[in-house]
């Protein structure tokens, strides 16, 4: 009885998610209200209370939850033989967690354009802990291809990570605000390409 109890509210607190992504993607944050997100999910607020202490910790948890697929698909392969083919493929693989992943697209979709970071929210500016992880691997996997050769000459390998951590930053924003006939969702991939051939030796 006490697992399904806990079942239960697991399942509860992920629906109060999903409903929160809906209605922050409709109204924006600032718009949105416990209250709107609890009649959205069909519960009370007080259910909404039990589960997140205020509408920051709501947003963070939505966040959270639908950058997962990047983290379980976007992965540097460690071979020392070939880190700019491994580059390449984590960076095409952001695209297509984006083509698959619908709550991940629109969860971007609200950090990027429906989201004020004021008040609350301004702790949430800046380079996350994810994406500080894959800015570090930029770095390694750029620093392998160095010392095998494999790199043009020029920038360090800490520059070119910031250059390419930036790049697919403006790239992800122009693919989600262009819709399907965006020349930059359509491109996405030859873009990236493009990107890594300025890159090689």
């Not at 922050?24 to 709107?36: D, I, N, R």
């Not at 160095?146 to 992800?172: I, K």
Request: hydrophobic share 45%; aromatic share 8%; proline share 4%.
């Amino acid at each position: 009885m006490v697992r399904k109890t806990k079942e239960e509210a697991e399942i509860t607190r992920l629906h109060i998610i999903d409903a929160a992504r809906r209605v922050f993607l409709q109204c924006g944050v600032s718009h949105t209200s416990l209250e709107k997100i609890a009649a959205a999910a069909g519960v009370t607020r007080g259910a909404v209370y039990w589960h997140f202490r205020n509408k920051s910790e709501l947003f963070f948890a939505m966040r959270e939850d639908a950058l997962l697929p990047f983290v379980d698909r976007v992965v540097f392969d460690a071979d020392d033989e070939e880190p700019l083919a491994g580059i390449e493929t984590a960076l095409l693989e952001i695209f297509r967690v984006l083509a698959d992943e619908q709550k991940t697209r629109e969860t971007l979709e609200i950090v990027s354009f429906k989201c004020e970071y004021v008040d609350e929210f301004l702790p949430l500016m800046g380079c996350s802990a994810g994406q500080q992880a894959f800015l570090d691997d930029l770095t390694r996997a750029y620093a392998r291809a160095a010392a095998r050769g494999l790199l043009r000459p020029g920038p360090t390998p800490e520059v070119l990570a910031t250059d390419t951590f930036m790049f697919v930053g403006g790239l992800v924003k122009h693919w989600l605000e262009g819709g399907p006939e965006s020349p930059f969702r359509q491109g996405a991939e030859d873009l990236v390409r493009a990107h890594m051939a300025l890159r090689r030796a």
